[in-house]
Nanobody, 121 residues
Framework: QVQLVESGGGLVQPGGSLRLSCAAS????????MYWYRQAPGKQRELVAF???????NYAESVKGRFSISRDNGKNTMALQMNSLKPEDTAVYYC???????????????WGQGTQVTVSS
């Protein structure tokens, strides 16, 4: 059993900052890439950022220069530092990880339950 749990969401004013965290637990052998997605009301889920096991990162154009993704491989955690937040960043943010549960198991995708981020004055 694998669980991904997000935390750190909330209400923040435009221009403010939030830090999201994702903790993976359970029968984890190794974690490949980790991702942050978001879904705003009435819109499709979109990729915000991802980080590989080696630490390479990639960001959506809309968040480049404002968001920073990081991970701690030893603790199976990931974070998303969000600065200069805009109302259009309002969404439910989801953690996703590609991981294996044993030495011989295939990579599988796991999702967290999501955390709400609201940017409003």
């Amino acid at each position: 059993q694998v669980q991904l749990v997000e935390s750190g969401g909330g209400l923040v004013q435009p221009g403010g900052s939030l830090r999201l965290s994702c903790a993976a637990s359970g029968s984890i052998f190794s974690i490949n890439a980790m991702y942050w997605y978001r879904q705003a009301p009435g819109k499709q889920r979109e990729l915000v950022a991802f980080i590989t096991s080696g630490g390479s990162t990639n960001y959506a154009e809309s968040v480049k220069g404002r968001f920073s993704i990081s991970r701690d491989n030893g603790k199976n955690t990931m974070a998303l530092q969000m600065n200069s937040l805009k109302p259009e960043d309002t969404a439910v943010y989801y953690c996703n990880a590609l991981l294996t549960t044993s030495d011989h198991s295939p990579l599988r995708s796991y999702w967290g339950q999501g955390t709400q981020v609201t940017v409003s004055s």
